[in-house]
């Protein structure tokens, strides 16, 4: 199912890549929309933003939808954004035995509450994905007139074990995300996330170790 990269100018390339593979998760969890010809719906639920996405892919790599999104700062009025998304994909790899991609997700729209205007929030994505190990990085600006809620996240994950393609798979992931002008600026969420072929369920709590900064959070995706 995977290229190999045999000649031998490329071994030391090939090795190097067979290690890194090993460094990622199932596409379902990383990807940012379904396959051609179908819609996606995501959600994040927790204490210290909200946020929903729902697309559709008319093409492999193309997917456009609606976004909406309630986070504050620091001891400010919530702020909704909502606006028309576009997910695009900008490269994969196929690597021995995984996967890599960069992803470019963004919405254009209208900011309510704290801050209002005209609202974006651009970001790009890189994850490698195995069926047993999993990372990515994400950057994301999140702006309207006078607000800044610019975020970076980094994920790790592994799984359990590994399953059949119609059984689902548990996970371990653990995600650091910070947020400019929120509180807490770090937020650490260790989280135990279930993937099947359509879905993916994730439950974690963000800096369970603190008592004020102690939240659930819940992650959810469906392809349809």
Do not use: C
Not at 50 to 62: C, D, F, I
Not at 100 to 121: P, V
């Amino acid at each position: 199912m995977y290229k190999q990269f045999s000649s031998a100018p490329f071994r030391v390339f090939s090795l190097g890549a067979l290690f890194l593979s090993q460094l990622a998760l199932p596409a379902q969890a990383a990807a940012l929309m379904g396959f051609e010809d179908s819609a996606m719906l995501m959600t994040e639920i927790g204490r210290y933003n909200q946020e929903w996405m729902l697309n559709y892919s008319p093409a492999l790599g193309h997917a456009i939808g609606v976004e909406q999104m309630r986070m504050s700062g620091k001891g400010e009025r919530a702020t909704t954004i909502t606006g028309i998304n576009y997910t695009g994909l900008i490269k994969r790899w196929n690597l021995p035995a995984a996967q890599a991609n960069i992803w470019f997700n963004g919405s254009l729209g209208e900011a309510r509450g704290q801050y209002d205007g005209f609202a974006y929030t651009p970001s790009l994505q890189f994850d490698m994905e195995s069926t047993r190990l999993y990372f990515l990085a994400k950057a994301r600006m999140v702006r309207a007139p006078g607000m800044n809620y610019d975020t970076a996240a980094v994920q790790a994950g592994f799984s359990f074990y590994e399953t059949g393609f119609d059984q689902t798979q548990p996970w371990f992931v653990i995600e650091a995300k910070t947020m400019r002008n929120n509180d807490p600026g770090l937020q650490l969420t260790p989280a135990l996330r279930l993937i099947n072929k359509n879905y993916f369920l994730e439950f974690g709590v963000t800096n369970p170790w603190q008592g004020e900064g102690f939240a659930p959070r819940l992650n959810a995706m469906f392809v349809f």
